[in-house]
């Protein structure tokens, strides 16, 4: 069984850009989440999505942030125009029920300079 | 606010002997709670998991103790192996409402020296 993937590995962009980030979560896992880890600190939930709908978006830091999953297969996180505290790793998770089972991706690493 | 902490940024713990990580988590919502690897450039690995409901669960080398009372977790592994140097992270979830995805602790460096 092939894990959750994302891609790209690493995106270094300038600030003002856009970045789109890629998951593709396990084949059958309708719950795929998003999470970030900054500059070494806790990873943070960002939003759960519950085949293609939003669930929970508690913990978009705000509306330079837009993920979608479209048809409920892959999801993408864009964020624009990218700020220098954007800066982190990127995790993508899926599971078939929520909480438990939780897969992770080897996430995106973002660098915004 | 953190709601998992995992106050020891870092462990190191001789080959063979136990390594105990700690998580202390402040919200009485939690019901599940999880540990996961982390090596450099991975993303998490899922370990070992506990419901709140019971107060230990093993699996092989690693065991999860939960003290409701106290709100605090443990992992323990014994013996420890070289391979087993990574972070660990404590992760908690709650079915009662709240944020639908983990909270997580800071995560904790261990290193087994040989």
């Known amino acids: 069984e092939a894990g959750v993937t994302q891609f790209p590995s690493h995106s270094v962009i300038e600030k003002g850009q856009t970045v789109t980030l890629r998951c593709d979560p396990i084949?059958?896992?309708?719950?795929l989440y998003w999470y970030r880890r900054v500059m070494g600190k806790e990873i943070k939930f960002l939003l759960h999505?519950?085949?293609?709908?939003?669930?929970?978006e508690s913990g978009m830091p705000n509306n330079r942030f837009l993920a979608e999953r479209t048809g409920g297969t892959y999801s993408t996180l864009k964020v624009q125009p990218a700020e220098l505290e954007d800066s982190g790793v990127y995790f993508c998770?899926?599971?078939?029920?929520?909480?438990?089972?939780?897969?992770f991706g080897p996430g995106t690493r973002l660098t915004v300079t | 606010d953190q709601q998992v902490k995992q106050n020891s940024p870092s462990l190191s713990v001789q080959e063979g002997r136990i390594s105990i990580l700690n998580c202390d988590y402040t919200n009485s919502m939690f019901d599940y709670f999880l540990w996961y690897k982390k090596y450099p450039a991975e993303g998490p690995t899922f370990l070992i998991s506990i419901s709140s409901i019971k107060d230990k669960n093993e699996d092989g080398r690693f065991t999860v103790f939960l003290n409701k009372s106290a709100k605090h977790l443990s992992l323990h592994i014994v013996p420890s192996q070289p391979g087993d140097s990574a972070v660990y992270f404590c992760a908690a979830i709650g079915s009662g409402g709240g944020a639908d995805g983990l909270t997580f602790g800071k995560g904790t460096h261990l290193i087994i020296q040989p």
């Open positions: 999505f519950v085949k293609e709908s939003k669930q929970d």
């Open positions: 998770a899926s599971s078939q029920a929520r909480g438990a089972g939780v897969s």
């Open positions: 084949s059958g896992h309708d719950n």
